[in-house]
């Protein structure tokens, strides 16, 4: 499922849709969140380098790792920086409050300053000048093309006021529906922050991915040696479980399960047992929720009253409205209202019709499929 | 003076691991001091076995006569250290915090910082400096008093000494309580280092009870070297210890003689 969102990353957005967004979520519990923001990084930044990626240049905000780093990352990963045109870095690591420069008593302690090779934020509390700074970055890379951007969630390294974490979700929902942006994605570590902030975050992604322990266990429950035995045992790796909302509203989730290696994060596909959960949303019931082969061909011969019958005699079709129709004539009809109707004549032109016209004859009749889900409306 | 953990001290060592670059996290409680693994990284960092290190020790509890004493136990003179500009000893203890600091951003720890960085700085230019800059905090709850509560600055001042370690290399080691922080809220910075630290060692006391030859037993979990580590299958060490007069003794459990 990671190859999904790496290619859902690449291909971006398509035209009058937003941008595709990931939040990747982790806890103390399985605290690899920056590893498998590295992996898609790394991912993305190839294919950004490659021209095989809808986004033509890729900026980086860096809040936790100094730009150097994340430079020295896609190095190791063979993948060449060293002409800087498709990638450009926002760097507020360094000195995110100003301190160097009141340390120093030199210049400003508001704005950004600009080195050689990124761009320093000195006040990132300021969060529209820090946007406008992203977007001109992205600009300036490819003029009136896509830009992309992949900041990580300034969450635990700098003193950012409580309004200030609720307004990065209008900040992050504004670079979603900025034109220009094909894909954006952040790392947010949950236990951090309210509930409410982090789905706030949720809400505005198409893609939530969070990191997880193999096994959930109260630790206060567990005796030092389970304790020590789980930390073994979620310190090499975890679950991967990813939750996609499709722009027909239908959500799916997805679990793959990863290992922490030297070089990062490999992901392994889960059993095919544990499958159903793949496929869909529906709990486990002890109840059909399929038909079966009877009850399909039972189904089928079903006559639904909006079908043409075509045999001379009335066609009853409910209407909602009337209690008893006069027509009817059926001593054993009770229940739902049926009004009669004939087959329509030459006298009844002139008034209201509903044609109904079936897109083909695999559709299901009281399919709930969007007909339109395949038009780019 | 002889040291006993001459042996014994590989245990600790190897499997915190080498190199310079990183944040390491010390955390105990009431009834399992971690101070003593303090004491053995400032004493390892001035040992003539590694390279000469330089030690930037940000003091909230103790005066230096605290661990000038112990480290000569340890076979190891802070004075000279000092004397030889390979020791920057910060005394917070006589530190004034007029004020609200919430108000004026707290200057104290902007002040700090600077002393770090001007400290990193000298020890930089030094010809005769081929180690590691080593910034050490005893203890990092403490800095609240200098915050007046404010966790949000302990963090911003944290955020700031983490980009020596990027920026020029220094390991930034800090001494935390575990069991001041009750509740979700109170726990924002323990957890928040817990995120920053490449490794974490956990001095508890033993789950059996107290015992004469064993003082409690320590947990470290390596973040940053996955497959370099030959001590653990998941970089996850337990082991004892002993603390003594003069040293301290490792020992996995069931290995003491």
Redesign the interface.
């Known amino acids: 499922m990671s190859d999904s969102i790496c290619r859902s990353l690449r291909d971006g957005a398509l035209d009058g849709e937003h941008a595709p967004a990931l939040t990747l979520k982790d806890s103390l519990d399985s605290p690899f969140g920056a590893r498998a923001f590295d992996h898609f990084l790394c991912n993305l930044a190839s294919n950004v380098s490659l021209g095989r990626s809808q986004a033509k240049s890729l900026v980086l905000v860096a809040f936790d790792r100094s730009p150097s780093s994340y430079l020295e990352l896609l190095k190791s990963r063979e993948i060449d920086v060293s002409s800087h045109d498709w990638l450009r870095i926002v760097d507020c690591y360094s000195d995110p409050l100003g301190w160097q420069e009141r340390i120093s008593n030199s210049g400003s302690v508001n704005g950004t300053s600009l080195k050689t090779d990124w761009t320093v934020a000195t006040d990132v509390r300021d969060i529209y000048k820090l946007l406008n700074v992203i977007v001109d970055l992205g600009k300036g890379a490819v003029e009136l093309g896509k830009v992309r951007f992949s900041p990580r969630f300034p969450d635990h390294r700098c003193h950012l006021p409580i309004q200030f974490i609720s307004m990065l979700s209008l900040f992050f929902l504004s670079v979603v529906i900025a034109d220009q942006v094909s894909c954006v994605f952040w790392l947010v570590h949950s236990d951090l922050h309210e509930s409410k902030t982090v789905a706030s975050l949720e809400y505005v992604s198409t893609m939530v991915a969070s990191l997880e322990p193999r096994i959930h266990h109260a630790k206060e429950e567990m005796s030092h040696s389970e304790n020590l035995l789980w930390l073994q045992q979620n310190s090499s790796g975890g679950k991967f479980n990813v939750r996609l909302k499709r722009r027909n509203g239908r959500v799916k989730v997805f679990c793959e399960e990863f290992l922490v290696e030297k070089v990062g994060l490999k992901f392994i596909v889960v059993p095919s047992e544990n499958a159903i959960v793949n496929q869909t949303l529906a709990p486990k019931v002890q109840f059909n929720l399929q038909l079966s082969e009877k009850e399909r061909q039972d189904r089928a011969k079903v006559v639904l009253p909006f079908e043409h019958q075509g045999n001379g005699e009335d066609i009853r079709i409910y209407d909602g409205r009337r209690s008893l129709s006069k027509e009817q004539d059926d001593p054993h009809m009770v229940g739902p209202a049926m009004s009669s109707t004939r087959l329509q004549t030459d006298s009844d032109r002139g008034r209201g019709e509903i044609h109904y016209f079936r897109d083909s004859d695999e559709e299901q009749l009281d399919s709930d499929e969007d007909p339109d889900d395949d038009l780019d409306i | 003076m002889k040291v006993d953990d001459n042996s014994e001290k590989n245990l600790l060592e190897e499997v915190i691991g080498g190199g310079g670059g990183r944040v390491i996290l010390v955390e105990d409680r009431v009834e399992t001091s971690g101070s003593f693994v303090l004491h053995h990284l400032l004493k390892s960092s001035f040992s003539s076995d590694s390279p000469p290190s330089v030690v930037i020790f940000v003091a909230l509890s103790r005066p230096f006569s605290h661990y000038h004493r112990i480290s000569k136990k340890l076979g190891c003179n802070l004075l000279i250290q000092k004397e030889n500009n390979r020791l920057f000893f910060l005394d917070m203890l006589k530190l004034q915090c007029p004020g609200d600091a919430r108000n004026n951003d707290n200057n104290v720890l ?1 002040e700090l ?2 002393k770090i ?1 001007n400290a990193v700085e000298i020890s930089s230019s030094l010809e005769y400096n081929k180690g590691y800059i080593n910034i050490m905090i005893d203890e990092l709850s403490l800095l609240e008093i200098t915050t007046h509560g404010s966790v ?2 302990i ?2 001042f ?3 000494c ?2 020596l370690t ?2 020029l290399g220094c390991s930034l080691v800090m001494l935390n309580h575990e069991d001041i922080y009750s509740d979700a809220l109170d726990r ?1 910075l323990l ?2 280092v ?3 630290a490449d490794v974490v060692i956990k001095a ?1 006391p033993l ?1 059996t009870g107290l015992s004469a030859d064993v003082h409690g037993q320590l ?1 470290v ?1 390596n ?1 940053g ?4 580590n030959r001590h ?5 060490s ?1 082991f004892h210890f002993k603390v003594k007069e003069n040293g301290v003794d490792y020992f996995y459990p069931g290995s003491l003689a």
């Open positions: 902007v910082f600077g960085q949000d600055e963090l911003n944290l955020h700031y983490h980009t990027s920026g924002r957890s928040q817990e995120y920053l508890e789950a947990t979990w973040k070297n996955y497959g370099e653990s299958r998941n970089n996850v337990n």
